[in-house]
């Protein structure tokens, strides 16, 4: 599998894996979570906001692609649209959440995929009607991460074009 190439990234998540569990053994896996939450729907609002709002989810992940492969993460984006329904599907070879774990020096066993759900926890509350769910983890087992992001096409209406009574 490939490698998150990154040395400041590797450092940061193992660094955000180690908070996390220290915050869960002290405080319990909720307060742990929402410490952890804590500002970071903020981070992802500024972070995704435009490729989110503007055009496909598709479109606008695909944007990010360049920047996530420059830092050693190998992922696809697939359109899973429907007529009623603006979806992507992300593919995700490498994995936050096993890199971290073992830079902590955690077997296989001990991984969780605490990370990622804290980011799409976090996407979730930064757009509220953006639905978002991991379909498959590496953290979990799986050979790869797949997670889809779908919103109602009715959300992706411009307020500007619409009509006023």
Known sequence: MPEITDPRLRRGLCEQ??????????????RAREEMLD?????????LGPAVEAGS????????????????????VVDDSRPDE??????????TCVT????????AAQTEPLLCDLELEATRRAFPRLRVRALARRAEGARVC?????RDTATTTRPDLEETS
Not at 100 to 107: K, M, N, S, V
């Open 17 to 30: 894996l180690r908070r996390h569990l220290e915050l869960r053994a002290e405080q319990g896996p909720e």
């Open 146 to 150: 797949v997670f889809r992001y779908s």
């Open 86 to 95: 603006d979806a992507a599907i992300e593919i995700a070879l490498t994995c």
């Open 57 to 76: 989810l598709a479109e606008g992940m695909a944007r990010a692609l360049p920047w996530l492969e420059a830092a050693g993460l190998v992922h696809e």
């Open 100 to 107: 971290a774990a073992e830079e902590l020096g955690l077997d």
């Open 39 to 47: 500002g970071l729907p903020d981070k992802q609002a500024a972070r």
